[in-house]
């Protein structure tokens, strides 16, 4: 029973290795290649850049462990940037009020594709990138009626671009919603619980666990997650556009996969999925200060998701439980011929 329990936690926590080598690897390249990228003023830049893709990337982790996909991450962070503009007027007095629209509106953003995809039962492929598209237009008829001179509140700007402890306000965000997220699915009934609806669905309907419900929390915190990545983000750069969350439709997945995530749900691990976020945003800064143009760029940033997702939780997985079911296989007995010649 033992040996039982320990072969399940060796092959369970397989399938989070590579993200950290590859984590490893990349410190040595970048070490050998281009050392300037870990340099402190280097590096204070990287942080709020890792900050915003793991938040939304641990939205897009929820998903993924229910066997779901979302598409609708740049015009969720888009338009709740844009509300920051346009609600908080560039007032400070105004910015709670912002927030809170933002964050409502994600909240009914989330509940619609929860909706579609666990009552309805459609694709949530294709009900997130349907979704997304709406957004995508509401956020351009949004932006049309905001002044071309507005920006985000001074007080949020201020914030987003300072430092506590030599660290960006952003990346200690980052860190909270981790640890938060860490220990509601660890250690609350509804974390485990939620955790059970997406390793295995059948099950955890037996034993009454309502699945719809999970399915559609899932969507709605992963849609609010977003939007605080947009809030940020707003407050970083100031005066946001359309085009703010263009670069976060495929890293987003790909971090959460990375990080050990299976697209056909099930486990998966909030600091693994931070690790993968924190190595596709080195992996970016490192070829932006090589100079490579913009193409290799993306070639080379295409290049390492692809190998990073041919080392994925799912192939780790398989692979360590093969191997542990040939070392544990008992060895055929000799047959009687054999035998009888050893005789």
Request: with cysteine.
């Amino acid at each position: 029973m033992q040996n039982s329990s320990l072969l399940t936690s060796i092959v369970v926590s397989s399938r989070y290795i590579p993200v950290w080598i590859a984590n490893l690897l990349l410190i040595i390249v970048i070490l050998i290649t281009t050392p300037s990228t870990l340099s402190q003023t280097s590096f204070s830049t990287t942080l709020p850049l890792v900050a915003f893709l793991a938040i939304a990337a641990l939205g897009q982790m929820l998903v993924v462990m229910t066997g779901g996909i979302d598409l609708s991450i740049p015009n969720v962070m888009t338009l709740a940037a844009m509300m920051i503009v346009g609600v908080g007027a560039g007032s400070d007095d105004r910015l709670l009020t912002a927030i809170t629209a933002a964050l409502g509106v994600a909240f009914g953003i989330g509940l619609v594709n929860g909706f579609l995809v666990s009552v309805l039962k459609l694709n949530p492929l294709i009900v997130t990138l349907a979704v997304s598209q709406v957004v995508r237009g509401i956020s351009i008829e949004y932006a049309a009626d905001v002044a071309n001179e507005a920006t985000v509140p001074a007080v949020l700007s201020n914030w987003s671009t300072g430092q506590f402890l030599g660290v960006s306000h952003i990346f200690w965000v980052g860190i909270i919603i981790a640890v938060v997220m860490t220990l509601l699915l660890r250690f609350t009934v509804a974390g485990r619980r939620f955790q059970a609806v997406g390793a295995n669905p059948r099950a955890a309907h037996l034993v009454g666990i309502p699945i719809k419900l999970y399915v559609m929390a899932a969507y709605v915190f992963a849609a609010m997650l977003y939007a605080i990545a947009g809030i940020l983000l707003a407050g970083f750069i100031g005066s946001p556009t359309l085009g703010l969350g263009a670069s976060y439709l495929l890293a987003p997945i790909a971090a959460a996969v990375i990080g050990g995530a299976s697209l056909t749900g099930g486990l998966a691990s909030v600091i693994s999925t931070c690790a993968a976020a924190f190595f596709l945003t080195l992996l970016n800064q490192m070829l932006r200060i090589q100079g490579l143009s913009s193409a290799l760029q993306f070639v080379a940033f295409g290049i390492a998701i692809i190998g990073g997702m041919i080392v994925s939780g799912d192939r780790i997985i398989k692979g360590v439980e093969r191997l542990l079911r040939s070392l544990a296989a008992p060895a055929e007995p000799l047959s009687e011929n054999a035998n009888n010649a050893k005789a």
